[in-house]
């Protein structure tokens, strides 16, 4: 056989071979796809109804740490009072919700990548729905975050704000909201998920205000973060 023959039966067989499931180097190769679920109950907030409408009506213009320190009578935690502009306490829950990403599991398809310390990760969308709502209030526009597995807390400085979920009205059940990324949220996802090695959380903040003459929240809201995207090397 001469040796332009072999040449030519060797890139037969790297090509063939490579049909067969080899990974390029520089190709996407496996979907991505993350659905992790999210709950806000105010049920969790133990308000005391009478406590609250009491704390509501308190006038705060010149004792502005009535509203805290009455807050400790409507709910145990998780709730501040605080001095609204119209001159009376409000009170603030914190909406503060976490789930675990572990990619390496999650997508057994990674496990093809395991000799490398990363992957490349192409995000085509990021989107919320709701299966379920029965609040009687507003849900206002939700940040969504990453942070290693050790942080649960959005305001943690380690959680990364990578984008907003757009506000969800009183028993609306939106579907595929796109989260409305920040200037580096995209990247910051991206090269969180590239070390997928290491597990880390999807975090989801918000605060419910009410204020006086505005209904205590009340009810359950189930909500899915969805990623899709693309992984290879």
């Not at 976490?98 to 997508?107: A, F, G, I």
């Not at 200037?183 to 998920?193: E, F, H, N, S, V």
Request: some cysteine.
């Amino acid at each position: 056989m001469t040796l332009i023959s072999s040449r030519v039966g060797l890139l037969a067989m790297v090509a063939a071979v490579s049909g067969c499931g080899l990974i390029s180097s520089d190709v996407t190769d496996f979907d991505i796809a993350l659905n992790k679920d999210f709950a806000i109950d105010t049920g969790t907030y133990q308000v005391d109804q009478a406590s609250a409408t009491a704390l509501l009506s308190t006038s705060c213009t010149s004792m502005p740490t009535a509203c805290m320190t009455g807050a400790s009578n409507v709910c145990p935690m998780d709730c501040t009072g605080t001095c609204a502009a119209s001159g009376t306490c409000e009170l603030d829950l914190d909406v503060s919700l976490y789930q675990m990403v572990d990619l390496l599991n999650d997508q057994s398809q990674l496990k093809a990548f395991n000799d490398r310390p990363i992957i490349k990760v192409t995000i085509d969308t990021v989107t919320f729905s709701v299966a379920m709502n029965t609040l009687n209030v507003a849900t206002p526009a939700m940040d969504v975050y990453v942070a290693p597995m050790s942080i649960m807390d959005p305001k943690d400085s380690m959680a990364k704000k990578i984008g907003t979920i757009p506000a969800v009205a009183a028993g609306a059940t939106p579907t595929d909201s796109e989260v409305q990324f920040t200037a580096t949220g995209k990247q910051d996802l991206i090269a969180t998920m590239g070390m997928f090695k290491t597990p880390f959380n999807v975090l989801v903040g918000t605060t419910l205000v009410v204020t006086n003459g505005t209904p205590v929240p009340m009810g359950k809201l189930d909500g899915t973060v969805r990623i899709i995207g693309h992984a290879g090397l």
